[in-house]
């Protein structure tokens, strides 16, 4: 096996956004930067100029984002959320203020007894982040 990466495909009303979405994402962590970016053509089944592939790092790690303007049944859930350990308690508060503006909170940054301070989140963009603060 080569490497496992998550990839993030905006579907729906989040369509044509995977460009936005990765250049915000890359900007709040340290050590993340945009690879590749690949557009849809002319005559190609997805509006020109939109995302048929970007290849991003956040915080050293690989990942992949697609637009797709296709009717899907589906969309981003909470179930599959993006886990991130922070190191201080001003970068998780900072990240997780970034992340939740116009987003929902689905558990507000406190601490929950597994966690001295701990949040989740669905981002603006629908995509779902769990921050915790490592001990």
Known sequence: MKSIKASLMFV??????????IKFYTSL???????DIQ???????????SAKMIKF????T????????LDHQ???????????????????KKVFRSLAENGSELMPLDNYGFSQMFGWLNDRYGVSWQLNLSN
């Open 12 to 21: 729906g009303k989040q369509a044509g956004k995977a460009e936005e979405a």
């Open 29 to 35: 962590f340290p050590g993340s930067e945009i690879i």
């Open 39 to 49: 557009r849809y053509e002319a005559g190609e089944h997805e509006p020109e100029g």
């Open 57 to 60: 790092m956040i915080n050293g």
């Open 62 to 69: 690989e990942f992949m984002a697609l637009d797709s303007h």
């Open 74 to 92: 589906f969309t981003f859930t909470p179930s599959m959320s993006l886990h991130v350990e922070c190191e201080s308690m001003s970068e998780i």
